[in-house]
């Protein structure tokens, strides 16, 4: 009897543009675009494999529906799965965890340039008739910033943390680094691995790459942004909850930190207030470092691939831990 393959949530990755034909060849697929919590055990059924992006798979999920033996996150962080429970019900849990690197980094410099130069601002401006009454031949409304020179301090070292020190030291830029796990490899005259406090003081531009755990929840606060030098620019295209938002928001209301761009928020989307989006001094971004449709294409070769993997008996980016 063929499996059966239920994709939970396949807009956000595939809103028409990619193929689902690599999964089609491994079973019985069915795509739905979105899933609410209370769909989710009628969607599932008796199917074998689970796909999800942002779909919840929590305990009862899994005490419901007996029939999983596999969950795939379309994504790198698989908090939305518990995998203790996972576990404990025999099910292997993957994620993707490469597929992204060169478009986040990319990201990144989109929003900090956006910072330095304000250049859909400026745009705007022209467009409304500033330059054809401009007595002089150009104008600028905002500080124009030049990253040569600077200091670029990046919490969280990984593939994608490197791919972003890369692109911070071909704008000459010098990087300091913290992350648990140090690659002496990595360092050189422009990048060095320093401790928090250090990086929190000696840096122009700070960018959060780090995952999201107990530890690094609120990671910046109104205690380590006290530490930053004034003017400092933070950017976070990693997880939401590393920030204190309304600890951010007073200090960009003081003036102590200049500017900030985040492409994550703590509610995803946001349903209530968010003190971020309030902020003029903040540009937010609806998630979409990730999806520029090449690294899309990729997640989709991967997911694929950790199947295929999984059904030959020899699974790859596995998350749970199977008892033994």
């Known amino acids: 009897m063929k499996r059966t393959i239920v994709v939970l949530d396949g807009y956000t990755l595939n809103p028409g543009d990619l193929s689902w034909e690599g999964l089609e060849q491994l079973g019985d697929l069915h795509v739905y675009d979105r899933t609410g919590t209370d769909a989710v055990v009628e969607r599932i059924g008796d199917a074998e494999i689970v796909i999800t992006n942002k779909t919840p798979l929590g305990k009862q999920v899994f005490a419901s529906c007996p029939s999983i033996k596999y969950v795939g996150v379309l994504a790198t962080g698989y908090n939305v799965v518990d995998v203790k429970a996972a576990a404990d019900a025999g099910v292997v849990v993957t994620n993707i965890p490469t597929y992204g690197t060169t478009a986040v980094a990319q990201y990144v410099f989109a929003l900090l340039l956006e910072m330095c130069h304000h250049v859909g601002a400026h745009s705007d401006a022209v467009r409304k008739g500033r330059w054809h009454s401009c007595p002089d031949f150009c104008f600028w409304d905002y500080p124009l910033i030049e990253l040569a020179g600077k200091t670029m301090g990046i919490v969280g070292l990984g593939r994608i943390g490197y791919a972003t020190a890369n692109i911070a030291q071909a704008f000459g830029m010098k990087v300091l680094a913290f992350d648990a796990y140090k690659n002496k490899d990595w360092e050189s005259e422009t990048l060095r691995y320093v401790e928090m406090d250090e990086l929190l003081s000696a840096s122009d531009v700070i960018s959060l790459h780090c995952p999201l755990t107990e530890e690094t929840k609120g990671l910046i606060n109104k205690s380590s942004l006290a530490k930053t030098r004034p003017g400092v620019l933070l950017v976070n295209t990693s997880r939401g909850p590393l920030i204190d938002e309304a600890d951010l928001v007073a200090a960009l209301e003081s003036g102590h930190v200049a500017g900030a761009a985040v492409d994550v928020i703590a509610e995803e989307p946001p349903r209530t207030q968010n003190p971020l989006i309030d902020s003029a ?44």
């Open 281 to 324: 001094q903040c540009i937010v971004t609806p998630h979409i470092a990730w999806a520029p449709k090449e690294s899309r294409a990729r997640l989709m070769d991967i997911a694929v691939a950790n199947l295929r993997a999984f059904l030959e008996n020899r699974p790859k980016n596995v998350v749970s831990a199977l008892p033994k």
